[in-house]
């Protein structure tokens, strides 16, 4: 844990109090602070009391007045002001224990931290947290909180998490939401493991425990699973099967609560070959972060921008370059647009993932390599589109390190990239 101050923002209540880098924060409000979460809380009042240690090993005490909520402006060591916590699992499905070796080493980091949930959305098992870091959750009111649950039989919890202490963070999970801490939850559904009347079970428990919402996501299986459980992939059936299941509950809460609380995964959608839910069956898109309803998402998008378009003058030849799942679903995006302006020229490929193996699907694990392989020589008009989910967050650069540009060479046209939104998709194919 560094609580030592590296930098003060300008113009902050700190800065402004006399604050200064290199002195250690030790307590606000009475109050011993060990990391961000006690940071944020506990500096969240107008009034803050610090105490403060010198580089001289002197503590002296100063008080700072504030608007409700505003950041006092100090900066520390990392982010978290403490280690990044590394899971206590072996799930049967982690994709980073089915990766390719020699990738690169961020790639393969387990991460497994709740306070990462709070402060950015990840999602958390909670079986590294001890009685008491759950005791200051509740009392810090610290929500809401993803985690992961996969399944709330105790025993299939522990197994598939290969953890056999997991069941108490089922304790944990009750009590949150006896205190009222908000949970969205995950379910990676194993078939044979945790479908069926387990993912039944799982669903209703955590109806008991107060979750918001939760969605079901199949899981992905890749060619590097050597030595770990036997895992068979999603196949239209097993889809099909859970989300009948998933349809059930959540039907079932919507007529009673006003929520259907569990959502599928496009993916289950495309792999049952279904038709996707209509727009209000995503209830604002609560769980999109999850994949559920992005398709259907940038479908109202992009067709609410086809709608207010102009007739663009004269667009260039594109290919769109998609995981094979949402290759189809994209193509009839493409349909649309040349029935309303036949000027458009555009074809969709879906990119099999010979990467990690072709049972990964999805656009957001479509690497470098693959693309070049199997559009090297096609004719693909005079660019390539390829969604931003392809690359690394913030970065030009696919899984495989392969970048934009090295791509664009190989290929030899112009490789744009697009956002998630589906009004950009209709920008790019009209221009
Ligand atoms: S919690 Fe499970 S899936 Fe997540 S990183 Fe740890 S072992 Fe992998």
Redesign the pocket.
């Known amino acids: 844990m560094s609580t030592v101050i590296t930098s003060i923002d300008p113009h902050s209540p700190a800065l402004r109090a006399g604050i200064q880098v290199g002195e250690k924060l030790l307590t606000i409000n009475g109050h011993e602070v060990l990391d961000v979460l006690d940071y944020r809380f506990y500096g969240y009042d107008p009034v803050a009391q610090l105490t403060l240690l010198t580089p001289a090993g002197e503590t002296r005490a100063l008080t700072i007045h504030k608007m409700e909520g505003q950041d006092l402006g100090l900066n520390f060591d990392t982010y978290l002001m403490d280690e990044m916590r590394q899971?206590?699992?072996?799930?049967v499905?982690?994709?980073?224990?089915q990766m390719p070796p020699n990738m690169r080493s961020t790639l393969y980091v387990?991460?497994?931290d709740a306070r990462l949930s709070f402060l950015l959305g990840n999602?958390t098992?909670l079986?590294n947290i001890s009685p008491r870091e759950a005791q200051r959750i509740i009392d810090l009111h610290i929500s809401p909180i993803n985690v992961?649950v996969h399944a709330t039989d105790p025993q299939l919890r522990c197994t598939m998490?290969?953890n056999k202490n997991a069941m108490q963070s089922l304790d944990y999970m009750r009590a949150f939401g006896e205190h009222g801490i908000v949970m969205n939850g995950q379910i990676?559904v194993c078939p044979g493991w945790n479908d069926g009347d387990q993912l039944r079970r799982t669903m209703h428990d955590l109806l008991k425990m107060n979750f918001a919402s939760c969605s079901i996501v199949p899981v992905g299986i890749t060619k590097y699973r050597q030595g770990l459980a036997k895992l068979r992939p999603v196949d239209a059936q097993s889809a099909g099967e859970i989300i009948d299941i998933v349809d059930e509950v959540g039907e079932k809460c919507l007529r009673e609560k006003g929520t259907r609380v569990f959502f599928c995964a496009d993916e289950l959608y495309l792999k049952a070959g279904r038709p996707l839910p209509e727009d209000d069956y995503y209830e604002e898109y609560r769980q999109l972060e999850n994949g559920v309803g992005l398709l259907r998402l940038l479908e109202q998008e992009f067709m609410a921008a086809l709608r207010f378009a102009d007739a663009p003058e004269s667009p260039t030849p594109f290919t769109i370059a998609t995981g094979t799942s949402a290759a189809p679903y994209l193509s009839k995006l493409v349909e649309q647009a040349k029935a309303q302006f036949p000027e458009v020229r555009g074809q969709v490929i879906g990119i099999e993932n010979d990467f990690f193996g072709r049972t990964i699907d999805v656009a957001g694990l479509v690497t470098g390599q693959d693309l070049a392989a199997q559009l090297k020589g096609r004719d693909l008009g005079e660019r390539v589109l390829i969604p931003i989910s392809m690359l690394r967050h913030g970065e030009n650069v696919f899984l495989d390190d392969y970048t934009v540009p090295q791509l664009a060479q190989e290929l030899g046209c112009r490789v744009e990239v697009i956002s998630g939104d589906g009004g950009d998709l209709a920008d790019a194919m009209l221009s």
């Open positions: 899971c206590a699992n072996h799930c499905f982690c994709f980073v224990d387990k991460d497994d999602y098992t079986t992961s998490l290969g990676v």
